[in-house]
């Protein structure tokens, strides 16, 4: 005898062969709801969910900012635009009526559980009996529901391994678990071979297990969740790689650009300059071959004079002209200075091939190696730093040759200094640091590492706070990291060391803050002009017993 199955039972037919380009109906089904898909769309990974569903999971991600897809948990930064895919909208609906045409005939394909007391064309269980050790369709389920015989039979999703709980020895179902032996028996295997063994109950067992089950599952949450918030971290990280290098190419640009652009203004001015300076010496050249040219002519004339002289025969009025003309004869001597007019051309080709050398050298430098990248490297620039006590604050107890300050609400007495800290919990360094240099600050809870310029005040708490004016940078790390320079406060992420490392390189205007464990991992960096030596500074925040050490790197 046949039946109409249920709508809601519908979704569980696979219809196989007659679902269109013959593709399994579950492959139209959303994950999340398990039903047919309604306004599908599809997510940049290729799963398809019904909109809705996606949207509602979402949501509830939006306070982690985590979107991720529930199959292949494949994560989205930022969230997701959904657009319905209407190509699928169509295949589901068809899928969805042809779904409906083989329900209302009663199928059972080969996935499903056949019912055990449908004759001829069998239909899908709906729930097995573990009392019967048999699967029931809807139509033959209802004893079990109606029937006071069939009262404590306990009924469970249909399920094709009932044998499974059936003993192969003794044929009875297997309700009791044996500890020693760690399997499951029947009650006649505990009074036979298992006997004096520590036995319990099949539900027992089960609820023991199922309660490691759950601590397990939380851990592996609770892993899952780490381990996301890792991907997340990685993945700002790399935005944050790839914000500075694009900022740093751009940066770049414009410095060559204008660089080429002053070579080039420059250039002009020189070739000005040299064409100026051409001019002028050729005018002053040509003035002079003038002069020269007349004086030529000057004296050729004289010569023609005194060679017709030559040729007077009456030598009364040779000599008479002659002495007339050696009174008016001028000398043709005259000293000029020698003077070396490609002297400025050369001095300025010079000049000009010192500027190329010295730029080449600039250009030649290998800027993208200026920071190292392990920790081996780092210590080739270690830096023994200790503390000044005359910078210390009344309550910073300093220990371990003044590399250690451990915080006591006691408060210590020290004599007056000028450049003792009044209002914040910090001290300095005792000397300045310029060139590359490498520390390591092993730390409690609450403390910030900071470097500083020595002239920073030492009272009024903008003034002289780390990290709240213009002339000192912090990396404070509590629960969580944070940077300050010039009272512009920053989050950092990073993970948890009780070790920080800090690399400066003065000249470049390079400061670092790494967190030092197995690997260093860079936590914040800082670009800019230090026009100053730099002081190692620490601060601690009011909490008793908190310490903060300056490593020793020998």
């Not at 059972?108 to 048999?134: N, P, W, Y």
């Not at 499951?184 to 071979?193: G, K, L, N, P, Q």
């Not at 910090?426 to 092993?442: F, I, N």
């Not at 803050?513 to 936590?523: A, E, G, I």
């Amino acid at each position: 005898m046949g039946c109409v199955i249920p709508p809601e039972r519908v979704l569980d037919l696979d219809l196989q062969g007659e679902v269109p380009f013959g593709v399994s109906k579950v492959k139209f089904c959303c994950s999340i709801c398990l039903d047919l898909l309604k306004e599908p769309v599809t997510l940049p990974c290729g799963h398809n969910y019904c909109m809705s569903c996606i949207q509602t999971h979402w949501d509830t991600d939006d306070q982690v900012k985590i979107y991720k897809c529930p199959q292949c948990q494949k994560i989205f930064i930022p969230r997701p635009v959904l657009v319905k895919n209407t190509m699928l909208e169509d295949l589901v609906e068809e899928v969805r009526m042809t779904g409906l045409q083989a329900a209302n005939a009663g199928q059972c394909s080969v996935r499903d559980v056949a019912c055990d007391f449908c004759t001829g064309r069998k239909l899908k269980a709906v729930k097995s009996c573990l009392v019967c050790l048999a699967s029931y369709c809807e139509e033959h389920l209802q004893p079990h529901y109606q029937s006071p015989t069939f009262k404590k039979h306990k009924l469970v999703e249909a399920s094709g391994k009932l044998q499974d709980s059936i003993c192969s020895r003794h044929d009875e179902v297997m309700k009791i678990f044996c500890r020693t032996d760690q399997q499951c028996i029947c009650i006649v295997c505990s009074m036979d071979e298992h006997k004096g063994h520590d036995t319990v109950s099949a539900a027992t067992e089960r609820s023991e297990k199922q309660k490691e089950l759950s601590e397990r599952r939380q851990k592996l949450q609770q892993r899952i969740l780490d381990l996301e918030k890792d991907v997340v971290e990685r993945q700002q990280e790399m935005e944050a790689i790839n914000r500075s290098a694009d900022k740093a190419v751009e940066d770049s640009v414009e410095i060559f650009t204008k660089l080429i652009h002053l070579i080039k203004k420059r250039s002009s001015e020189v070739k000005q300059q040299i064409r100026s300076q051409q001019e002028s010496e050729v005018s002053q050249v040509k003035e002079l071959q003038e002069k020269l040219e007349q004086e030529i002519t000057k004296v050729k004339r004289k010569d023609g004079e005194l060679e017709e002289l030559s040729r007077t025969e009456d030598h009364t009025q040779f000599l008479l002209s002659y002495s007339s003309e050696s009174q008016s004869a001028e000398s043709t001597d005259s000293q000029r200075p020698k003077i070396n007019r490609l002297l400025y051309f050369e001095d300025v080709m010079a000049a000009v091939t010192a500027a190329r050398d010295k730029l080449k050298d600039i250009l030649a430098e290998k800027w993208t190696s200026v920071e190292p990248t392990t920790r081996a490297e780092f210590l080739q620039y270690s830096r023994q730093i200790i503390m000044d006590p005359d910078t210390a604050n009344n309550f910073l107890v300093l220990s371990e040759g003044n590399r250690k300050i451990t915080f006591n609400d006691g408060k210590m007495t020290y004599s007056q200094h000028p450049d003792r800290f009044i209002d914040m919990f910090q001290v300095l360094a005792k000397d300045g640091l310029t060139g590359r240099c490498y520390w390591e600050v092993e730390k409690s809870r609450n403390v910030g590492v900071a470097v500083t310029y020595k002239s920073i005040r030492r009272s009024g708490f903008n003034a002289c706070a780390f990290g709240f004016n213009e002339k000192s940078w912090i990396l404070n790390c509590g629960s969580s990291y944070t940077f300050r320079h010039d009272n512009q406060l920053k989050s950092v992420s990073g993970p948890r060391s009780s070790r920080v490392g800090v690399y400066l390189d003065h000249s470049a205007g390079i400061l670092s803050f790494y967190s030092v464990s197995d690997t260093m991992t860079l936590l914040h960096r800082v670009q800019t002009t230090f026009t100053q030596p730099l002081y190692a500074g620490l601060r601690l925040f009011g909490l008793n017993g908190d310490t903060a050490e300056l490593c020793k790197l020998d």
